[in-house]
């Protein structure tokens, strides 16, 4: 890579709030409140002025300069809140509340970075490629002879209209208090996401009626075989696609069109610490699903498996967990009332033990082919036979243990001695695992299944990992 060290640039984020609550009987209060938000981004500094840069960008219909100096100006981020309480009973035992509310996310920096220097001007970053053997390598210290020319130019660019990151959360929470101190809910949460990033390669034509050998080498369409597996023996038939301008790589759009949603049930039992026992537990049943939200906060060439059909994007999101289970609880009973300054005191009572069990379902993967996406996009790799995290690791179970003994000495004195294990039954987790499900042997139209294929790699992360016991001593004073 060769160009300029980098950019300084700024950004202005201009934010508004007004809430206010009102309490319209003694039962019922609600809260409105409206944020408006807006981030402004600097002006373009490098914008294509080369001699191609009156160049239509295909399926963006603006050319190479006006695409590259625009950035995104989103002025209409109105963002209104609602809740409510309301005390069904009168006694103050039984609530429901409720809420909805619309958020903004930022435009990433490291997006806004990359659109202000990727622009296929010669004054920003650009690559040269020189094999080992040319006349015209460099051997160290030496450099790069003056006027090498650089690679085609992978521009990477803003969508008209670019709007900022988008989410509607809302919840209904029915609440009970059923005795001295314990409480349990029973909860709907949902969210929606829009104008989420996402990164699509514009510069692609259909190969169907296209007869450039170069840009379409396999043709309109390619048959392919697949060898074991759960589908060998099947043969499927893909559309292929190329490059539309030649003069150019990639023309990276950073678009806002992913589109998320959560839903969620959520029940819950909470208890304060009364008569030597505190405990908090919930579980969740959720579903989450998105057209291929994109984590990337660097732009990547391409998204998306197909650009002209997107339909391949939607499935289940990537942070999709089905179920959670999860208890803790601190028990410290008081076996011995008599003297305090007695040895019954000392031996029985100081004792707690506070466990906290956890269990989720495994987060789901997609199933993926070797090498180059197989329509020649060069985006998602996904198997097209199969949706999109149609596999799962394996569900996660854990359960972590504390043991304190504290004695008292005075009011002012006390020792705890404390053992603690995580991973208390020493389950070996999976994080990681081999998501190739076929691989494509180059120059061929076969897909050979891998059965390696959903092994774990990775046992580890930094929640979990083998047991661990510590012990320790606290001097209070």
Same mark, same amino acid.
């Given at each position: 890579?060769?160009?300029?060290?980098?950019?300084?640039?700024?950004?202005?984020?201009?934010?508004?709030?007004?809430?206010?609550? /009102?309490?319209?009987?003694?039962?019922?209060?609600?809260?409105?409140?409206?944020?408006?938000?807006?981030?402004?981004?600097?002006?373009?500094?490098?914008?294509?002025?080369?001699?191609?840069?009156?160049?239509?960008?295909?399926?963006?219909? *603006?050319?190479?300069?006006?695409?590259?100096?625009?950035?995104?100006?989103?002025?209409?981020?109105?963002?209104?809140?609602?809740?409510?309480?309301?005390? %069904?009973?009168?006694?103050?035992?039984?609530?429901?509340?409720?809420?909805?509310?619309?958020?903004?996310?930022?435009? $990433?920096?490291?997006?806004?970075?990359?659109?202000?220097?990727? !622009?296929?001007?010669?004054?920003?970053? #650009?690559?040269?490629?020189?094999?080992?053997?040319?006349?015209?390598?460099?051997?160290?210290? @030496?450099? =790069?002879?003056?006027?090498?020319?650089?690679?085609?130019?992978?521009?990477?660019?803003?969508?008209?209209?670019?709007?900022?990151?988008? +989410?509607?959360?809302?919840?209904?929470?029915?609440?009970?208090?059923?005795?001295?101190?314990?409480?349990?809910?029973?909860?709907?949460?949902?969210?929606?996401?829009?104008?989420?990033?996402?990164?699509?390669?514009?510069?692609?034509?259909?190969?169907?009626?296209?007869?450039?050998?170069?840009?379409?080498?396999?043709? $309109?369409?390619?048959?392919?075989?697949?060898?074991? #597996?759960?589908?060998?023996?099947?043969?499927?038939? =893909?559309?292929?696609?190329?490059?539309?301008?030649?003069?150019?790589?990639?023309?990276?759009?950073?678009?806002?069109?992913?589109?998320?949603?959560?839903?969620?049930? %959520?029940?819950? $039992?909470?208890?304060?610490?009364?008569?030597?026992?505190?405990?908090? !537990?919930?579980?969740?049943?959720?579903?989450?699903?998105?057209?291929?939200?994109?984590?990337? %906060?660097?732009?990547?060439?391409?998204?998306? /498996?197909?650009?002209?059909?997107?339909?391949?994007?939607?499935?289940?999101?990537?942070?999709?967990?089905?179920?959670? /289970?999860?208890?803790?609880?601190?028990?410290?009973?008081?076996?011995?009332?008599?003297?305090?300054?007695?040895?019954?005191?000392? =031996?029985?009572?100081?004792?707690?033990?506070?466990?906290?069990?956890?269990?989720?379902?495994?987060?789901?993967?997609?199933?993926?082919?070797?090498?180059?996406?197989?329509?020649? !996009?060069?985006?998602?790799? =996904?198997?097209?036979?199969?949706?999109?995290?149609?596999?799962?690791?394996?569900?996660?179970?854990?359960?972590?243990? *504390?043991?304190?003994? *504290?004695?008292?000495?005075?009011?002012?004195?006390?020792?705890?001695?404390?053992?603690?294990?995580?991973?208390?039954?020493?389950?070996?987790?999976?994080?990681?695992?081999?998501?190739?499900?076929?691989?494509?042997?180059? @120059?061929?139209?076969?897909?050979?299944?891998?059965?390696?294929?959903?092994?774990?790699?990775?046992?580890?992360?930094?929640?979990?990992?083998?047991?661990? +016991?510590?012990?320790?001593?606290?001097?209070?004073?």
């Amino acid at each position: 890579g060769v160009g300029i060290p980098g950019l300084k640039f700024s950004t202005n984020e201009y934010n508004f709030f007004i809430q206010d609550d /009102f309490r319209i009987t003694p039962r019922l209060t609600v809260n409105l409140g409206l944020r408006y938000e807006y981030q402004q981004l600097p002006d373009p500094v490098l914008p294509n002025t080369n001699a191609n840069s009156g160049t239509i960008i295909p399926n963006d219909l *603006r050319t190479v300069n006006e695409a590259t100096s625009t950035l995104p100006d989103d002025k209409n981020n109105f963002g209104p809140r609602f809740g409510f309480a309301y005390d %069904v009973t009168g006694d103050g035992k039984t609530s429901i509340r409720g809420g909805v509310g619309i958020y903004y996310g930022r435009i $990433a920096t490291a997006q806004i970075y990359n659109s202000l220097l990727n !622009t296929g001007n010669p004054g920003g970053a #650009g690559q040269i490629t020189v094999a080992n053997t040319a006349a015209n390598s460099p051997i160290f210290p @030496n450099v =790069l002879p003056a006027n090498s020319p650089l690679n085609l130019a992978a521009i990477q660019f803003y969508q008209r209209n670019f709007q900022a990151p988008q +989410i509607t959360q809302y919840d209904l929470i029915l609440e009970r208090q059923v005795m001295r101190n314990t409480v349990v809910s029973i909860a709907y949460l949902g969210s929606r996401g829009s104008h989420l990033p996402t990164f699509v390669d514009q510069n692609l034509v259909p190969c169907a009626g296209v007869s450039t050998v170069p840009v379409c080498p396999n043709g $309109a369409s390619v048959n392919f075989t697949v060898n074991g #597996g759960p589908f060998g023996g099947q043969t499927f038939s =893909l559309p292929q696609y190329g490059r539309a301008n030649t003069a150019f790589q990639q023309l990276t759009q950073i678009q806002s069109s992913v589109k998320s949603e959560y839903n969620a049930l %959520v029940l819950q $039992a909470n208890r304060r610490f009364t008569n030597g026992l505190q405990f908090q !537990t919930s579980y969740t049943l959720a579903k989450a699903t998105d057209t291929n939200q994109n984590s990337s %906060v660097f732009p990547i060439n391409n998204s998306p /498996f197909n650009v002209f059909d997107r339909s391949y994007d939607a499935g289940v999101s990537n942070n999709d967990v089905r179920h959670k /289970f999860v208890i803790s609880a601190v028990y410290a009973p008081t076996f011995y009332k008599g003297d305090t300054n007695s040895v019954g005191n000392y =031996l029985l009572n100081g004792w707690s033990i506070a466990p906290i069990y956890t269990f989720y379902s495994g987060r789901p993967y997609s199933g993926v082919t070797s090498g180059a996406t197989l329509n020649g !996009t060069n985006g998602d790799t =996904l198997f097209p036979l199969l949706p999109r995290n149609s596999f799962r690791l394996p569900s996660v179970s854990n359960l972590d243990l *504390r043991l304190s003994k *504290r004695f008292r000495f005075t009011e002012r004195y006390n020792l705890e001695l404390l053992a603690e294990g995580f991973n208390v039954f020493n389950k070996t987790f999976t994080f990681i695992q081999t998501n190739l499900l076929y691989s494509r042997p180059t @120059n061929t139209n076969t897909l050979n299944f891998n059965s390696a294929f959903g092994t774990g790699t990775e046992s580890s992360s930094s929640n979990y990992r083998e047991r661990q +016991i510590q012990f320790a001593a606290r001097f209070q004073f």
